[in-house]
């Protein structure tokens, strides 16, 4: 069975500061990764997703991710953060090419951004 | 245009009563998923519709659980006998249906058994 591993359940950064948010998979053929953000009592935000085309992924907002396979990886970054970017993130790889594209996630990660 | 829209927002029940959460996809989305956020398990998919069909309901907890959907379009999550246990947010999401194509995500029900 695929499944992603985000460790660590909180990142707090400055405002203008790196954002890194690790996530790391695990599967037996290619994934297709995705993040999705959650502001608080709202439903998921997809950010951007993995589909092979290209290793490094731009997203929305200025997020980007990178994929890498030997590390089995894929960690999204962020070059400075915003007090808009505090939210819940979420890492996710589809059942795909399985039965369906049912997503399984990862823990999640609350982003503080201090002022 | 219209984002994927759930029904209600809060729910409050009583344990052992049974409930219905809604769920309005995207039109033309043929797929549909359900999901579940609770603070202990996280996110847990819950069945998966194509079409009218349910061919993967592999993440339904019990038999307490059940889902329908008619006309290619809305659908309906019903818990019958509820449980404190099954306090979470549920979540519905759809998509077109082509391989790892993007889900998107209603705002969730929030339910809550006392």
């Known amino acids: 069975a695929q499944s992603v591993t985000q460790l660590g359940s909180h990142v707090s950064v400055s405002e203008g500061a790196l954002v890194l948010l690790r996530c790391n998979y695990s599967?037996?053929?290619?994934?297709?990764l995705f993040w999705y953000v959650q502001y608080p009592n709202q439903g998921l935000q997809l950010l951007l997703k993995?589909?092979?085309?290209?290793?490094l992924v731009k997203g929305i907002n200025g997020f980007e991710a990178e994929f890498k396979k030997s590390e089995t990886s894929f960690h999204l970054t962020k070059p400075s953060a915003h007090m808009s970017d505090a939210a819940e993130y979420f890492c996710?790889?589809?059942?795909?090419?399985?039965?369906?594209?049912?997503?399984?996630f990862g823990k999640g990660i609350t982003l503080s951004v201090r002022p | 245009g219209a984002g994927v829209s759930q029904s209600p927002s809060n729910k409050v029940t009583e344990k052992g009563k049974d409930v219905e959460l809604r769920c309005d996809p995207i039109?033309?989305?043929?797929?549909l998923y359900w999901y579940r956020q609770s603070l202990g398990q996280g996110l847990e998919f819950l069945i998966y519709?194509?079409?009218?069909?349910?061919?993967?309901k592999s993440g339904l907890p019990s038999d307490r659980f059940s889902a329908e959907r008619t006309g290619g379009s809305v659908s309906t999550l019903t818990i019958q006998r509820t449980q404190q246990e099954d306090s979470a947010v549920y979540l519905c999401?759809?998509?077109?249906?082509?391989?790892?194509?993007?889900?998107?995500f209603g705002p969730g029900t929030r339910l809550t058994v006392l």
């Open positions: 999401a759809s998509s077109q249906g082509q391989g790892p194509d993007t889900q998107y």
């Open positions: 599967s037996s053929v290619p994934p297709y």
């Open positions: 993995y589909t092979s085309a290209a290793t």
């Open positions: 996710a790889v589809s059942d795909w090419p399985g039965a369906n594209s049912k997503l399984t």
């Open positions: 039109s033309g989305h043929t797929a």
């Open positions: 519709f194509q079409g009218n069909s349910a061919p993967d």
